[in-house]
């Protein structure tokens, strides 16, 4: 059964600290995601790859940052953890060969709470 | 920009049928998506269609498509306690490295005895 799988369900961060978020895919697939999922807001595209050392930024890059140094893994960066940030992260990946229909395939999702 | 927007709830008895809506912006996406999201889970797909067409029937789903009015629902037939659930209509966007997905606010669907 294909996979993206986030490495954490619950995380707990004091507000300054570093925080890592990481997503590993097993479908080979070339393009990966971050999103945040907020009530009321729907999902927001925080950035995007769509190749290994590749990132393009999504609607709401600020305080985050990414790192994709290999074609399975991508890592969603906090580099100073504010409580504005708490959140629920999803990870997607897609084919970029498998066409539209196939649509993304989402983690479960890491729900982040900064204190 | 793209926008896509949905109500927030819905509220259905079972064994009724749910419709729900959903308006987007982008008159160039290709496919459009449903989503479902049960508690403490990811987004799973339910069901998506190509933009050339106007309806597609998979079981108990059935998706109509007005790209005149850029308009897109979803109805649910027969709908169970197991179809509660958030769900997300969402619109592809080619940025010309990838296409991304743009999500609606989401439909939360509360099936009621």
């Known amino acids: 059964d294909v996979k993206v799988t986030q490495s954490s369900r619950y995380l707990v961060k004091r507000t300054g600290e570093k925080v890592f978020l990481e997503c590993v895919q097993d479908?080979?697939?070339?393009?990966m995601f971050w999103y945040r999922q907020d009530p009321g807001l729907g999902l927001r595209l925080i950035y995007f790859?769509?190749?290994?050392?590749?990132?393009e930024k999504g609607d709401i890059p600020e305080g985050y940052s990414v790192s994709r140094e290999k074609k399975e893994r991508f890592s969603l960066i906090l580099e100073s953890a504010s409580t504005n940030q708490t959140s629920m992260y999803l990870c997607?990946?897609?084919?970029?060969?498998?066409?539209?229909?196939?649509?993304?395939?989402f983690g479960s999702g890491t729900r982040l709470t900064v204190v | 920009g793209e926008d896509v927007e949905q109500s927030l709830f819905l509220s259905v008895r079972e064994g009724d049928s749910s419709v729900i809506n959903c308006t987007y912006t982008?008159?160039?996406?290709?496919?459009l998506y449903w989503y479902k999201q049960e508690p403490g889970a990811g987004l799973q797909l339910l069901t998506y269609?190509?933009?050339?067409?106007d309806m597609k029937q998979d079981q108990r789903l059935t998706v109509l498509l007005n790209k005149k009015d850029k308009h897109l629902s979803l109805r649910i037939a027969d709908t169970q306690t197991g179809d509660s659930a958030i769900y997300f209509c969402?619109?592809?966007?080619?940025?010309?490295?990838?296409?991304?997905?743009?999500f609606g606010t989401g439909t939360r669907l509360q099936v009621t005895l």
């Open positions: 982008d008159s160039s996406s290709t496919y």
């Open positions: 790859s769509y190749d290994v050392k590749m990132k």
């Open positions: 997607a990946s897609s084919s970029s060969a498998a066409g539209g229909g196939y649509g993304y395939t």
């Open positions: 479908m080979d697939h070339e393009n």
């Open positions: 969402a619109e592809s966007t080619d940025t010309g490295t990838a296409s991304k997905l743009t």
């Open positions: 269609i190509f933009s050339n067409m």
